[in-house]
């Protein structure tokens, strides 16, 4: 069985002083393997790189139309977003809209991934609702169809029917049964599968036409949200959102927890799942980085590019000791 291949080094002076392992897989419109790096058959959770999945039964059950939802609660709906207030005053109107309140989620609440956010609530002694957990944007979305299908309230629970309805869309679209599933930080299920069903899922969404089926046209209006929106889907000086804004061609990307992280690149009909082994975040930007790179879908010299890949690593002095960098193989 293929092992984790290497992925990111980290240089400092003459030497490779760490290595991240991990696995890579892109997938072509057919669901064909274009390119690996690793083991494409490694079972994986990926996290927050799922949230597209997941949204697929709030389009194609009609609920995000009867609602009126926007682009950009369709984006929120796929963000881990900062928790800035471009983020939350949306997601606090959407629930307001459906007649509910922050007591409603089910995600539980943590202080703003962005920092100046967070550190203004820590200077005034502030609290943090439910709203600032950074999916509550995907937890808003799980609210509408909740609400539109009259299901019961505890919509975290495995066997509730929306998460039933996610498992079956996720598993139609990976093409592989998922063997399980573990919970998420925000106590939704997370489903399983390998790499190349998650590849094969974004090369689904890469490759969908609107107005084929419900499903396709559900996945192009999601993928297309994210691009329009990329400031919505993360936030400013995250990688997705710079990421996404500096690509020569439309590409939604997302990060999920633990280093997994996906591209949709819909001009090329190509998804891509990658999964840093050790969790470590630095690694899996500068890998989705370089693959875009190889693509032809981002220059190697842009500032955003830099902030992920080749990007220099300073000492408390401001001195640069060292680089983080693509693996030889990806370059």
Same mark, same amino acid.
């Given at each position: ?37 690793g083991d494409p058959h ?154 190349? *069903?998650?590849? #094969? @899922? ?5 490759? $969908?036409?609107?107005?084929?089926? /419900?499903?396709? %046209?559900? =996945?192009?209006?999601?993928?297309q949200s994210m691009v ?6 993360? *936030?400013?000086? #995250? @990688? ?5 804004? $500096?690509?020569?061609?439309?590409? /939604?990307?997302? %990060?999920? =927890? ?19 082994a050790d969790g470590g975040?630095?690694? $899996?930007?500068?890998?989705?980085? /370089? ?41």
């Open positions: 069985m293929p092992y984790p291949a290497p992925l990111c080094e980290i240089w400092r002076g003459p030497l490779a002083e760490s290595l991240h392992m991990g696995h890579a897989v892109i997938c072509d419109g057919t669901g064909e393997i274009v390119e690996a790096w490694a079972t994986i959770l990926p996290r927050s790189s799922a949230k597209m999945l997941q949204a697929l039964p709030l389009l194609e059950s009609g609920a995000a139309e009867a609602h009126g939802l926007t682009s950009e609660q369709l984006a929120l709906a796929c963000a881990s977003h900062n928790g800035a207030a471009i983020h939350t005053d949306r997601v606090n109107q959407w629930i307001a809209n459906l007649g509910l309140s922050d007591g409603d989620f089910r995600c539980g609440a943590h202080l703003p991934f962005g920092k100046e956010e967070s550190e203004a609530m820590i200077r005034s002694g502030e609290k943090p609702c439910q709203v600032h957990n950074n999916c509550s944007g995907k937890h808003a979305g799980f609210l509408t169809l909740t609400k539109h299908m009259g299901w019961r309230r505890e919509y975290v629970e495995p066997d509730h029917p929306l998460q039933q309805a996610v498992l079956q869309a996720f598993e139609d679209v990976t093409g592989e049964t998922s063997p399980g599933y573990g919970i998420d930080g925000c106590s939704a299920p997370n489903f399983a599968t390998t790499m190349h *069903g998650m590849a #094969r @899922a974004m090369a689904f969404f890469a490759s $969908a036409t609107e107005g084929a089926d /419900a499903r396709q %046209t559900a =996945a192009v209006q999601l993928w329009k929106h990329p400031e919505l889907v993360a *936030g400013e000086t #995250r @990688a997705c959102t710079e990421l996404m804004r $500096a690509c020569k061609e439309p590409v /939604a990307l997302k %990060t999920g =927890a633990e280093a997994f992280f996906i591209a949709i690149i819909p001009t090329r009909k190509l998804g891509i799942a990658l999964k840093i975040t630095r690694a $899996a930007e500068c890998t989705i980085a /370089a693959l875009l790179v190889r693509l032809g879908l981002l220059d190697a010299d842009h500032p955003a590019t830099r902030r992920f890949m080749n990007a220099p690593i300073t000492n408390w002095r401001g001195i640069e000791t060292g680089r983080i960098v693509p693996a030889v193989s990806l370059r």
